[in-house]
């Protein structure tokens, strides 16, 4: 068994300006933020881990106390992320999970035990960032550069919170890539990259294989690492890093082999049930499970979970294999195929490129009967594939109603919205000035017998729930 290394002191939190939740959100709210307004130029210069890693060290190294799982990847790891947390609170440890971004609340991506970090702790946690943040602030303004960013502060506190917690271990979400992404100061038991698709090209890079190599920098010395990359040019990239940094690595259809069946297949909705087929060296074996999360796509999401519990496991994370199947039944997360209403039915999902859009569209596909009326609620952020996201999309709904989300200024103008519909086939589309419009809309052109779906962006999927 591994032992367990002491948690950090921490010092009793300042009193500050920010002593109520309102305060921290307006502070944060001044900040840098690239989930809102993209960075420009050199990556580079937007992105690096050397301002967290002098935050973190002002605040006792938190981090460093913690025991992690790190996942990353263009799609699925929020699931893989929740599926490896709940198989690990079966197992009976305490949990912590860091996701991005939230659809609701800045609570969701700070979670112990599956439950969103609470107001006193959220305030307890920033109390001891922002004043460390504040002094980075002052020393880069003097040099003429600028503090830590939006992301990376909130990384910092989730470590604070975490170390203060006690947890076991936690399950570590990148915000963006992987190698210069905040969250890779840590150093993982294991790390997992789930499905690697085209996705923020103008920061990762414009091939698979770049972007690739981005997630890869997540891969440490000899940590054990597990891949669900399918696309041969990813493969050889990670493979590359894995032996470069003498790392075990696991595929998904190499090592360890998954199948899926919907629990209905008139209701794609209700989950689907999975047999996963694990590596040979855990000596495990066959597991049946079923899983919460509607999607073929969540089947691949489960076996890398599930490896990586296994690999926890031998790491010295004690998981009984029963563990396994029992939290992959409970794992759930707002915005992944949510039916969020009937009559007519609507469901709200946050993705947000091409292949995430094609996943949605095979998931949904029993649902999507010419016999009733479909209408798609369509806004996504300006820096992605519009126009084939949309072209991937028509053909499987009789109406699109196009919109734009206020919470972000990388939303893309209407305009290009209608341009892109029209190239891709669709009739005129219907236009609203809000999302809760462009719901009002939909249900209305559904009827009590259709169907909606809500896809695009994490931002349409969060201002839908808000107004609905």
């Given at each position: 068994?591994?032992?367990?290394?002491?948690?950090?002191?921490?010092?009793?939190?300042?009193?500050?300006?920010?002593?109520?939740?309102?305060?921290?959100?307006?502070?944060?709210?001044?900040?840098?933020?690239?989930?809102?307004?993209?960075?420009?130029?050199?990556?580079?210069?937007?992105?690096?881990?050397?301002?967290?890693?002098?935050?973190?060290?002002?605040?006792?190294?938190?981090?460093?106390?913690?025991?992690?799982?790190?996942?990353?990847?263009?799609?699925?790891?929020?699931?893989?992320?929740?599926?490896?947390?709940?198989?690990?609170?079966?197992?009976?440890?305490?949990?912590?999970?860091?996701?991005?971004?939230?659809?609701?609340?800045?609570?969701?991506?700070?979670?112990?035990?599956?439950r969103p970090i609470g107001t006193r702790d959220l305030i307890a946690a920033f109390a001891t960032?922002?004043?460390?943040?504040?002094?980075?602030?002052?020393?880069?303004?003097?040099?003429?550069?600028?503090?830590?960013?939006?992301?990376?502060?909130?990384?910092?506190?989730?470590?604070?919170?975490?170390?203060?917690?006690?947890?076991?271990?936690?399950?570590?979400?990148?915000?963006?890539?992987?190698?210069?992404?905040?969250?890779?100061?840590?150093?993982?038991?294991?790390?997992?990259?789930?499905?690697?698709?085209?996705?923020?090209?103008?920061?990762?890079?414009?091939?698979?294989?770049?972007?690739?190599?981005?997630?890869?920098?997540?891969?440490?010395?000899?940590?054990?690492?597990?891949?669900?990359?399918?696309?041969?040019?990813?493969?050889?990239?990670?493979?590359?890093?894995?032996a470069r940094r003498r790392a075990p690595l696991l595929q998904l259809g190499r090592d360890f082999?998954?199948?899926?069946?919907?629990?209905?297949?008139?209701?794609?909705?209700?989950?689907?049930?999975?047999?996963?087929?694990?590596?040979?060296?855990?000596?495990?074996?066959?597991?049946?499970?079923?899983?919460?999360?509607?999607?073929?796509?969540?089947?691949?999401?489960?076996?890398?979970?599930?490896?990586?519990?296994?690999?926890?496991?031998?790491?010295?994370?004690?998981?009984?294999?029963?563990?396994?199947?029992?939290?992959?039944?409970?794992?759930?997360?707002?915005?992944?195929?949510?039916?969020?209403?009937?009559?007519?039915?609507?469901?709200?999902?946050?993705?947000?490129?091409?292949?995430?859009?094609?996943?949605?569209?095979?998931?949904?596909?029993?649902?999507?009967?010419?016999?009733?009326?479909?209408?798609?609620?369509?806004?996504?952020?300006?820096?992605?594939?519009?126009?084939?996201?949309?072209?991937?999309?028509?053909?499987?709904?009789?109406?699109?109603?196009?919109?734009?989300?206020?919470?972000?200024?990388?939303?893309?103008?209407?305009?290009?919205?209608?341009?892109?519909?029209?190239a891709a086939g669709w009739r005129q589309p219907q236009i609203a000035s809000t999302p809760r419009?462009?719901?009002?809309?939909?249900?209305?052109?559904?009827?009590?017998?259709?169907?909606?779906?809500?896809?695009?962006?994490?931002?349409?999927?969060?201002?839908?729930?808000?107004?609905?």
């Open positions: 068994m591994q032992k367990r290394r002491k948690p950090a002191s921490f010092q009793e939190p300042p009193r500050s300006a920010c002593g109520t939740r309102p305060a921290v959100i307006a502070w944060l709210a001044r900040r840098q933020d690239f989930e809102r307004s993209p960075p420009h130029g050199d990556p580079a210069a937007s992105f690096g881990l050397a301002r967290v890693r002098r935050l973190l060290a002002a605040v006792g190294s938190p981090h460093e106390t913690l025991r992690v799982a790190h996942v990353a990847g263009t799609k699925g790891k929020g699931s893989t992320v929740a599926m490896l947390a709940e198989i690990l609170r079966a197992a009976g440890h305490k949990v912590g999970r860091y996701t991005s971004p939230h659809v609701h609340r800045i609570e969701e991506r700070i979670c112990v035990d599956g960032v922002i004043p460390a943040a504040e002094d980075m602030d002052r020393a880069a303004a003097a040099r003429g550069g600028r503090g830590p960013t939006w992301f990376e502060v909130v990384t910092a506190a989730a470590f604070v919170h975490f170390a203060r917690a006690n947890v076991d271990i936690v399950v570590l979400e990148t915000g963006l890539g992987g190698r210069l992404d905040a969250t890779n100061v840590c150093r993982p038991l294991v790390s997992v990259i789930t499905s690697v698709s085209l996705d923020h090209m103008s920061l990762l890079g414009k091939t698979v294989g770049r972007i690739a190599g981005e997630k890869a920098g997540i891969i440490k010395p000899g940590r054990l690492v597990v891949s669900g990359a399918t696309a041969p040019p990813a493969r050889r990239v990670i493979a590359a890093t894995a082999h998954v199948s899926w069946r919907p629990l209905d297949d008139r209701d794609p909705l209700l989950g689907g049930e999975i047999k996963f087929r694990p590596p040979a060296e855990f000596a495990a074996a066959s597991i049946r499970s079923t899983l919460a999360m509607a999607g073929r796509h969540q089947a691949d999401n489960a076996a890398l979970a599930a490896v990586a519990a296994l690999g926890l496991d031998a790491a010295g994370i004690r998981v009984p294999p029963a563990a396994i199947p029992i939290g992959l039944a409970r794992a759930r997360l707002p915005a992944r195929i949510e039916r969020i209403a009937e009559q007519p039915t609507v469901v709200v999902d946050a993705a947000h490129n091409v292949a995430s859009m094609r996943s949605l569209v095979e998931s949904l596909a029993p649902l999507l009967n010419p016999r009733r009326r479909r209408v798609l609620v369509f806004a996504a952020s300006a820096d992605k594939q519009v126009e084939e996201m949309l072209a991937v999309a028509a053909g499987h709904f009789d109406t699109v109603v196009v919109t734009r989300y206020a919470a972000s200024r990388r939303a893309a103008p209407v305009e290009r919205l209608i341009d892109a519909t029209r419009e462009a719901l009002v809309i939909a249900r209305s052109r559904a009827g009590r017998g259709g169907f909606v779906c809500v896809a695009g962006s994490f931002f349409l999927a969060a201002e839908v729930a808000a107004g609905r």
